[in-house]
């Protein structure tokens, strides 16, 4: 059975104000590399807390080879505090990946923990749901045989979409009276959208000058469920990216095919913070 791959938090949830101070860290002569003790002391995050964040900070592409990434350092200069709708999808997107990432992905979501299951396996198929509906689904795919601890990992999961100091405002799930709704989002703007385009094209299309609009329309943990969408919304979502210039759509006959417009994926993110 897979792993659930979520004790990087040690229970500590996502928080913006902790974030920064870590990414402030950064910033400094030693960067990340130095002692527990001194990292302690330049982010003035307690000895339990510190890794947590590092860790959150990495899985949410803000932190690459214990420096900025590069879309970190666009963010940043525009989104100093890291509070736009933007910032929230783009952790989101990359938090979405577990630990791995923008490798090839796996036969089974699952297979890369927890947080990659619960948006590509179990929200396509649960747009409402509770805690325990999550924790019984799940205690079937996990080699985790106490329910406390998926509950505990998954609670931890739900909050990084339902606080204010995380990334609530994406609306990619809400709550109201112990019920989680998904499937109602409040998308970021075309470019940050062609931007995960842009990458998940890359990585399971390299440089190929076109594809099937289906290729797209049913990507494997692709652009569909990471926005929370149906197929129906994400074509939706490619009438819009054509006009801003970022794709073009071909379909005077069938089947439909999509080329990509842009140059670079960072571009796309910096546009997106203009």
């Not at 606080?163 to 609530?168: G, N, R, V």
Request: charged share 20%; hydrophobic share 40%.
């Amino acid at each position: 059975m897979p792993k659930l791959q979520l004790s990087f938090h040690s229970t500590f949830a996502l928080k913006k104000e902790d974030l920064l101070k870590v990414l402030n860290a950064i910033s400094q002569e030693k960067g990340l590399d130095d002692s527990l003790e001194n990292l302690m002391e330049r982010t003035s995050l307690g000895n339990q807390k510190v890794r947590p964040m590092i860790s959150w900070a990495t899985r949410g592409g803000l932190i690459e080879n214990k420096s900025l990434s590069e879309e970190a350092k666009i963010i940043l200069k525009s989104d100093p505090y890291l509070e736009s709708l933007n910032t929230n999808w783009f952790m989101h997107f990359y938090l979405s990946f577990g630990s791995n990432g923008l490798k090839t992905p796996p036969d089974d979501p699952a297979e890369w923990g927890g947080w990659t299951y619960f948006v590509y396996s179990f929200l396509p198929q649960y747009k409402s749901f509770t805690l325990n509906e999550l924790q019984n689904n799940s205690s079937l795919i996990f080699d985790e045989d106490k329910p406390e601890i998926l509950v505990k990992n998954f609670r931890i999961v739900l909050r990084t979409y339902t606080e204010s100091q995380a990334l609530a405002s994406c609306k990619f799930l809400t709550l109201e009276n112990s019920q989680y709704q998904a499937g109602n989002p409040q998308l970021p703007n075309p470019y940050l959208v062609g931007y995960f385009l842009a990458k998940l094209w890359e990585r399971d299309f390299n440089k190929q000058g076109s594809l099937l609009t289906e290729s797209i329309l049913k990507q494997k943990m692709g652009l569909a469920p990471v926005l929370g969408i149906t197929i129906e919304a994400l074509q939706e979502q490619l009438n819009t990216l054509e006009a801003y210039g970022i794709i073009e759509q071909i379909r005077a006959v069938p089947p439909f095919q999509i080329v990509p417009r842009w140059d670079d994926s960072l571009n796309l993110l910096k546009k997106a913070y203009e």
